[in-house]
């Protein structure tokens, strides 16, 4: 089952797809999500965010904050700044 993934930051989003898996950097240390992952919401640390995509292909996105936030196979990464790499 895919994950439905949104990548955003406060001026746009920046991707949204499906993926099988995200990778994030949090304050907590580095968490990765696939699908059937609890519910979480974690606050990101400066760093890189992973999202592959369903055909393989890696999106990443340099995050200077935000959260990551997982409901149910959402995904959503909402940072203050953010770029994609």
């Keep these: 089952m895919a994950l439905n993934v949104a990548v955003v930051s406060a001026e ?5 797809g499906e993926a099988t ?5 949090t304050t907590e240390g580095e968490i990765g ?12 640390a400066p760093g890189e965010s992973r999202v592959t995509a369903l055909d393989g292909s890696v999106v990443t996105a340099r995050v200077e904050d935000g959260f990551l936030s997982v409901q149910g196979d959402t995904v959503t990464i909402v940072a203050g700044t953010a770029e994609l790499v």
């Design 21 to 25: 898996q995200v990778v994030a950097r």
């Design 12 to 16: 746009r989003e920046l991707w949204s």
């Design 33 to 44: 999500v696939l699908s059937g992952h609890e519910p979480i919401l974690a606050v990101l």
